[in-house]
Structures are given as structure tokens and as C-alpha cells.
């Protein structure tokens, strides 16, 4: 088709083209899509090709299973005839002309589908035809409801998606965070349409009780996919609970109260108070969910019993009243307990913080001088250890040591101790103990100008010889092992030293 029409549009190759057009006098539509009780138009026109060009018969012809039915006949002296449907007039041609055999088709059936081939019956050349489908959708109706079950740990449907006589079958799917699943059904109606049935199947706990899911339908006569959301049912008996005992209902008070509180589904509306000991004493007044105590006396000095009743269940829960002769102090109670309790943390925190920070200050600042100092010999001591609790100090070491931009434990008097002795060092002072690996690399060398390396290199040498090798051995070792956590790094370097 494309290759045999580009010649005309791009060459002069006439008499090509014309031999094309003169082949194709019948022009008709190769698919047309009605919609089912719907008008839908079959067009069909033959060119005329000269003035000596005669129709002599007009016949459109339904093609269905090989079988061949004249549907409308347009002769010149008989007129229109409707062979198939003779006097329904829902079958008809568009206008009164025997070159446009146009066909009207009202109400669509599904009955209707098929091959239709409109034919010219002409004179000099004889029979032309062509033929067009006719395709008939049906928008399908589709609605999704709730099916209202009971919770139970057995899966079932809890909601119905239907999208009814649709042509062809609508595609129908849940949308759902839920752990659901989906059945499909599908009915072949009789108009030859289709009704989709999707059900969503749940365990219906009571979580799922409220919870949305979306029923999603989609089909080719719908201009875009229709959704109905659906909000699950699910029907469970109350979960009641009473509220308002504060442990302090003394005589005489005035303004004690409980409310019995119940959700459930349906949410229950129905709520009974009783006492352990049959009825209500004269003192207390009920109002639905509420049960007011007009005055505390010891005859409230019982246990409430509240039943909450919905479709589905009658549940009830009980408070135990214990009646106290005086008013309990309200400042010692619970709750000015914890409040106390919270103030006296954060000062707690406070001071603590405050602490740190002062301790952290002064192991600067008696490094920052000893830094300058390149001539004496070494001299630095360990900071004396912070004026504060024993708990808090390993922390503030071990916080300080990580933010000194000089790293110097190799320096500390406790940290030769575990070299030497080291056999008892105990995991306890892992902190103090010195980390090779820690020792400068090449490049924190350089970095760190002259001083530094010339500082530690005589130092290590005034304390032992092996600490030379095995400075620059842990330096090697260190960049092979950057990768490794610190404490196997530690380990290594001790065991090669013992
Ligand atoms: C039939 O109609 C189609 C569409 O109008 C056209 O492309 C085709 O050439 C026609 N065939 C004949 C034999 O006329
Ligand atoms: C889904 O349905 C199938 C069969 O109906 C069932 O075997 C399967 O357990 C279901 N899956 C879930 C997650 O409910
Ligand atoms: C409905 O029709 C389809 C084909 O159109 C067929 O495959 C299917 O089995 C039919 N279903 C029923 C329930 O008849
Ligand atoms: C209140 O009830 C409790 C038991 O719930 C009982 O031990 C107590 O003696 C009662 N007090 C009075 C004053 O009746």
C-alpha cells in the first residue's frame, strides 16, 4: 500500500498511478466500530469513472459464517428494498443515490457484527465491491460494594467488583495495600456481551475493618479506566474499656465519673452498668456511656460492670472502685512524681554536659603550649583526670581523643605500662592502650609539616629502640590494613611485638 501510493506522491508516473486508482473505485471504510443501542454509518461511495458509467443495482451484503445476506437493495426503477429487516426502518440508506450506497444502521445489535460488502453492480465494468467489519462494543456498567463479614481468620470476600455487559469483557483489578487476593468470574450473557465479577478475598481481621481498596475497570468504550473505591467492612464485637477511675475517689467527692468506651463494628451504641453485686447504687446516675457518681459514698465502694452490645457480640469489662476516707494528695501522686522526676534528669543532664565541656577545655589547653615546645624533651603528661564522676571520664576520653586533631596516645605513662607489662592488659583499658595505627602515615606526615615527625621520631627513639621498627612497620601495616576494624589492627601489632 505505502510503496504503491508513494509513486504518485513523489514521481510522474501517471499512467502507473492511475491504473491504481481505477482498481479501487469502491471506497468504504475497512472497520467501523458502533457502540450497541447505538446509530452507527457504513459508508460507501464508487467513483464515477465517466459519463458512460451506468449503475444498474446497489447491494449491501452481510457476511456471517460464509453465509451471504442481502441486507438493502437499491434498484433504479424499484427503489429501496430491506430484504433482511423489511419494515423496521432501522436498516436503511443514508441518501437516494446509486453511486453513494451509505448505510444507516439504528440501535445496534450485537447481532449486528460482521462483514459487510456494499456492491455496485455497473456497466461497462462491470460488478465492484469492497467490503468494511463492523465492530460492536458495549460500554459495560460497573459498580463495587463492600460485602459486610465477620472477622474471622478465614479467608473470604469482603468486597464485589461488577462490570456488567460489557463487549468485549471489561478488564476488572483491585487496587489494594491489603494481603488480598482477587477471583474473577466472568458470565456470557445472551446478548453476547459479557459481566466481569471481581471479588477480593481477605482474611477479615478487625485491622482491616475501614480500610480502602479500589476496584479499577478498564474497557475500550471508556475514555479512561473508572475507579470506585470501596471501604471494607468488617464486623467485630465491642472491645470495651472504662475510663476514668483516677485512684482517688474519696467521700464526698462530687464530680467522679467512668465512661465506658467500646469500639467496634458496628460501633456499638448499646451499653448496660451493672455492679459485681447486682444493681446500681442510689448515689450514681447513668447516662449511656457515662456513669456519673453524684456524691462518693461507700456504696460505690464496688466494681462497675460495663456491657457493650453491638450486632455483633455483647462484651463487658469491669473497674474495681476502691472508696479512701481522705482525699490522696495530688502533689505525690503519680503523676507529680514523674514530672519531678524528669526536671531532676535534665538539670542532672546539665550539669553533666557543663562538665564535660569545662574537662574537655582544659586537656586543650594544656596541650596547645606543649605543642610549640620542640627542644625539651618530651613533656607531656596525660591531662590530670577530670574533676568529675568515675562513669563519665572513659566517655570524655574517649570523645576527646576523637576530636584532637593530634594524636598522641602513645605518649600517655599507662600506655608504656600495657606495652611493657602488657600481658595483663584487660579490656577495661582498651581506651588508654596505645594504637599503632594510630601513629601518623606518610601523607599525615607531611601534612603536619616538620615538627611533628621530628618530635615523635626522637621520642620513640629515647624510649626504646624497637619502637622504630616497629613504628614504621605499623605505619606499612596501617595502610595495608586501613580497612580492617581497629581493635584486629591493635591485636596484630601486640601479638608481633610479644
Ligand atoms: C476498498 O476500500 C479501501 C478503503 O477505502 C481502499 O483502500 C481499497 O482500495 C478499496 N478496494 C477496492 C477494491 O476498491
Ligand atoms: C490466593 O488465592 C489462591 C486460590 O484461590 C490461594 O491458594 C492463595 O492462598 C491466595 N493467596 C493469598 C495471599 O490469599
Ligand atoms: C464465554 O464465552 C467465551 C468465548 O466468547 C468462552 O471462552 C467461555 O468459555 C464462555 N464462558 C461461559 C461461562 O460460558
Ligand atoms: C472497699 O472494698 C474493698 C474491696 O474491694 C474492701 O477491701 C474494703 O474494705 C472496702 N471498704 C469499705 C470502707 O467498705
Not at 475501614?210 to 475500550?220: A, D, N
Not at 467521700?251 to 467512668?258: F, I, Q, S, V
Not at 624510649?463 to 596484630?492: C, G, H, Q, R
Amino acid at each position: 500500500m505505502g510503496s504503491a501510493r508513494r509513486p504518485c506522491a513523489w514521481a510522474s508516473l501517471l499512467w502507473g498511478c492511475l491504473s491504481v486508482v481505477l482498481a479501487q473505485q469502491v471506497t468504504v471504510k475497512h472497520e467501523v466500530t458502533g457502540y450497541l443501542g447505538k446509530r452507527v454509518v457504513l459508508p460507501c461511495n464508487i467513483a464515477v469513472t465517466g459519463p458512460e458509467m451506468k449503475v444498474s443495482q446497489v447491494t449491501w451484503v452481510k457476511e456471517v459464517g460464509g453465509r451471504r445476506q442481502n441486507v438493502a437493495v437499491h434498484h433504479p426503477t424499484h427503489g429501496q428494498s430491506y430484504p433482511m429487516e423489511k419494515n423496521s426502518r432501522r436498516i436503511r440508506f443514508a441518501v437516494n443515490s446509486l453511486t453513494d450506497a451509505t448505510l444507516v444502521i439504528e440501535h445496534l445489535l450485537m447481532s449486528d457484527e460482521g462483514t459487510y460488502s456494499c456492491e455496485f453492480a455497473t456497466y461497462p465494468n462491470g460488478n465492484e465491491l469492497n467490503t468494511t467489519n463492523l465492530i460492536v462494543l458495549a460500554k459495560p456498567t460497573s459498580s463495587a460494594e463492600a460485602m459486610e463479614v465477620k472477622s474471622s481468620n478465614v479467608e473470604q470476600p469482603v468486597a464485589v467488583c461488577t462490570s456488567a455487559n460489557g463487549k468485549p469483557p471489561a478488564r476488572v483489578t483491585w487496587q489494594s495495600k491489603l494481603n488480598g487476593n482477587s477471583s474473577i468470574k466472568q458470565i456470557n450473557n445472551s446478548d453476547g456481551t459479557v459481566t466481569v465479577i471481581n471479588r477480593y478475598n481477605l482474611i477479615p481481621t478487625k485491622e482491616a475493618n475501614e480500610q480502602q481498596i479500589i476496584c479499577l475497570v478498564e474497557h475500550v468504550a471508556l475514555p479512561q479506566t473508572e475507579s470506585f473505591p470501596v471501604q471494607l467492612s468488617i464486623l467485630y464485637a465491642p472491645e470495651v474499656a472504662i475510663d476514668g477511675y483516677d485512684g482517688n475517689w474519696y467521700l464526698t467527692r462530687n464530680d467522679a465519673t467512668l465512661v465506658c468506651s467500646a469500639r467496634g463494628n458496628p460501633t456499638p451504641i448499646d451499653f448496660s452498668w451493672t455492679t459485681s453485686n447486682g444493681p446500681l447504687p442510689k448515689s450514681v446516675e447513668v447516662q449511656g456511656q457515662r456513669l456519673f457518681v453524684k456524691k462518693v459514698d461507700y456504696s460505690v465502694n464496688t466494681t462497675f460492670i460495663c456491657q457493650a452490645t453491638n450486632r455483633v457480640g455483647q462484651v463487658s469489662t469491669q473497674q474495681i472502685i476502691l472508696v479512701r476516707e481522705k482525699p490522696k494528695l495530688v502533689g505525690a501522686g503519680t503523676t507529680g512524681g514523674i514530672i519531678g522526676g524528669l526536671i531532676a534528669t535534665i538539670v542532672a543532664l546539665a550539669v553533666l554536659a557543663t562538665g564535660i565541656l569545662i574537662c574537655r577545655q582544659q586537656q586543650k589547653n594544656r596541650m596547645d603550649p606543649e605543642e610549640d615546645d620542640l627542644e625539651g624533651p618530651p613533656a607531656y603528661k596525660p591531662p590530670p583526670p577530670c574533676q568529675l564522676s568515675e562513669e563519665t571520664e572513659p566517655v570524655a576520653n574517649a570523645a576527646g581523643a576523637e576530636s584532637l586533631p593530634f594524636k598522641a596516645p602513645y605518649f600517655e605513662s599507662n600506655a608504656t605500662d600495657n606495652l611493657f607489662g602488657g600481658v595483663g592488659t584487660t579490656a577495661t583499658t582498651k581506651e588508654e592502650v596505645p594504637r599503632y595505627h594510630e601513629l601518623p602515615t606518610l601523607e599525615e606526615r607531611e601534612t603536619a609539616g616538620e615538627a611533628g615527625p621530628s618530635l615523635e621520631d626522637e621520642y620513640l627513639d629515647q624510649i626504646n629502640p624497637i619502637y622504630d621498627a616497629l613504628s614504621f612497620a605499623a605505619t606499612e601495616e596501617d595502610e595495608a590494613l586501613t580497612s580492617l576494624p581497629t581493635d584486629k589492627a591493635f591485636v596484630m601489632s601486640r601479638a608481633m611485638y610479644v
